[in-house]
């Protein structure tokens, strides 16, 4: 196409820019030139080159936007997937031991974290025989969690050892989920821990973590005979 073909055509669709305004940010414009060569050159405003200057900032603030809501779209689908993968394996568990096995080894793998922790308040009976279990002091879910959220997202933290035991040095970003496992029953946790800082952070979806919470409340109860 030759300038000539090109310059009839912008003059013959006046808003063609007006459709797709992020070309401009891609164009060269030449500069202007004043003819009052009485004012200096610090004295006049380019109108035109502070508006073009303006909309290049705006643009790249909306693909930034843009790239941010993807990756935040495909971290939940990712997770997703993950969860669901995790309550169907749940779901199979054979025993009490079976599950708690499932919890602090399979969700490893299955959910991409480095540490799993299924905590207690005293006052659970679990059997001796169940490992991967951690017996928290009274009130420790409750400086965790605070008193209405059920789930926390943390990013950039320092893991805790009454938590996360040996591997709370490896630990950057965690999600803590209450557990309800009975009516007015000990407050119970399940906590996600990762070295990556922002594995886990507070602008995630909590509903999936609430749906896994829920599979691990049922499981529990049904294997320890609660009521609910």
Request: glycine share 4%; charged share 25%; hydrophobic share 40%.
């Amino acid at each position: 196409m030759t300038f000539d073909q090109v310059k009839s055509y912008l003059k013959d669709n006046p808003e063609f820019f007006l459709k797709d305004p992020g070309l401009l940010t891609s164009l060269k414009f030449p500069a202007r030139e004043f003819n009052n060569s009485e004012e200096s050159d610090s004295d006049i405003v380019d109108l035109q080159q502070f508006v073009l200057n303006k909309l290049r900032l705006e643009l790249d603030s909306r693909r930034r936007e843009n790239c941010d809501l993807i990756d935040s779209r495909r971290a939940n689908l990712r997770d997703q997937s993950r969860i669901n993968a995790t309550v169907l394996r749940l779901l199979s568990a054979r025993s009490l031991d079976h599950l708690i096995e499932l919890i602090s080894t399979d969700m490893l793998c299955l959910l991409d974290v480095d540490s799993v922790a299924l905590c207690f308040e005293t006052g659970i009976n679990v059997p001796a025989t169940c490992s991967g279990i951690r017996v928290l002091p009274n009130g420790m879910v409750q400086d965790i969690l605070g008193g209405e959220r059920n789930v926390s997202l943390l990013e950039n933290i320092s893991g805790d050892r009454s938590v996360f035991g040996e591997q709370s040095s490896l630990i950057c970003s965690a999600a803590f989920i209450r557990l309800i496992l009975q009516k007015d029953g000990p407050p119970a946790l399940l906590a996600l821990g990762s070295r990556e800082t922002t594995r886990f952070h507070s602008r995630q979806g909590t509903e999936l973590f609430a749906f896994l919470a829920h599979i691990v409340e049922h499981s529990i109860s049904l294997w320890l005979d609660l009521p609910r």
